[in-house]
Nanobody, 127 residues
Framework: QVQLVESGGGLVQAGGSLRLSCAAS????????MGWFRQAPGKEREFVTA????????YYADSVKGRFTISRDNAKNTMYLQMNSPKPEDTAVYYC????????????????????WGQGTQVTVSS
């Protein structure tokens, strides 16, 4: 059973930087497209960014485009989210997830298309 574990969250000042990691157990990490989502208090979980199994294709929510960068190292079974110039509105619990259902090119934003989720890591951006 694949498990995903996020780390790297914490308190960061607006305009600073933070890097989140998502470590996957098991041997099949490189077979799957992956994504990052976030959930702020009182709000629904929302798409942040996604990356193809090879790392050759990435997608971003408009709200983070140009500030956040997703990457992966399949040899280390790890995915990353580099957060540059974060804003207070980026404050949320961040989750990594494995894509498993549907057509990735049209469904990568859909929460229900992901079948394995990490426990989440809190990111708080102070102004």
């Amino acid at each position: 059973q694949v498990q995903l574990v996020e780390s790297g969250g914490g308190l960061v000042q607006a305009g600073g930087s933070l890097r989140l990691s998502c470590a996957a157990s098991g041997r099949t990490f490189s077979n799957y497209h992956m994504g990052w989502f976030r959930q702020a208090p009182g709000k629904e979980r929302e798409f942040v960014t996604a990356i193809s199994w090879s790392g050759s294709r990435t997608y971003y929510a408009d709200s983070v485009k140009g500030r956040f960068t997703i990457s992966r190292d399949n040899a280390k079974n790890t995915m990353y989210l580099q957060m540059n110039s974060p804003k207070p509105e980026d404050t949320a619990v961040y989750y990594c997830a494995r894509f498993a259902r549907g057509d990735w090119y049209s469904d990568y934003r859909r929460v229900g298309a992901y079948d394995v989720w990490g426990q989440g890591t809190q990111v708080t951006v102070s102004s």
